[in-house]
């Protein structure tokens, strides 16, 4: 697929406390399922979906993921990396790294996704609606795909009514960690402070600024060894 100009961040700066004793002495994106860390399934298919520049932040161990994936020349990608030196949560961590990951002038949209799931994705698909929130801060700020609650997270997180994320619903689906923003959605944000992501998007969903898909395919949320072990024997 010929490359775009949209940006894209993997958020890779967690501890990873629920993976230890493996994240002890290695940051959990550099964990290995199958014959890759989990970061490359992440950077392979931006990579074929015509993402070339790609933001990474860290902080734990933040050299050893420096180290294993360089620039990014092997994967035919253009690497950065946000470094933070204190915890500053989801939304504080995109802020931080907005410099990197936007045109201010054209309030370009950029795609964000969790380091720590597997997901089978065709991050093309999300092109339409990185286009759709390209500009007028007006419009959305912020397109989430949402997956099947799994067995650890049970409720959910948002309601999907007819494409849109509303406070009220049937049904409640899980937030599979991969959504598109519009910068407009982190001004508010201070500069260095921890800031959560959630009620961000709670208070754009209760203006009607949110929009959402729901994804059927393979998602796993890597959020512990017993998730690693399951992830892995798929692959063997």
Request: proline fraction near 6%; glycine fraction near 10%; include cysteine.
């Amino acid at each position: 697929m010929p490359g775009h100009s949209f940006k894209a961040m993997i958020l890779a700066a967690g501890r990873g406390e629920r993976m230890r004793p493996l994240t002890d002495t290695l940051p959990k994106p550099l964990l290995r399922a199958g014959k890759q860390m989990l970061i490359e399934y992440h950077l392979q298919n931006l990579a074929q979906a015509g993402f070339r520049d790609i933001v990474i932040n860290h902080a734990y161990l933040g050299h050893m993921i420096e180290a294993a994936l360089g620039d990014g020349q092997r994967y035919d990608i253009n690497i950065t990396y946000s470094k933070e030196t204190t915890i500053l949560e989801t939304a504080g961590g995109i802020a931080n790294a907005l410099p990197l990951l936007t045109n201010y002038s054209a309030n370009q949209s950029f795609l964000v996704v969790n380091a720590d799931i597997f997901c089978q994705i065709d991050y093309s698909a999300l092109l339409p609606a990185l286009q759709r929130l390209q500009g007028n801060p007006d419009g959305d700020l912020a397109h989430l795909v949402l997956v099947d609650n799994p067995p650890h997270h049970p409720n959910g997180d948002f309601f999907l009514e007819q494409g849109r994320l509303t406070a009220m619903g049937h049904h409640q689906l899980t937030f599979s960690g991969i959504g598109a923003y519009h910068p407009y959605l982190f001004n508010l944000v201070a500069p260095g402070i921890a800031t959560k992501l959630s009620p961000l998007l709670r208070q754009a969903i209760s203006s009607n600024k949110v929009g959402g898909e729901y994804y059927q395919g393979m998602w796993m949320d890597i959020g512990t060894p017993e998730r690693l072990q399951l992830l892995t024997a798929q692959f063997l």
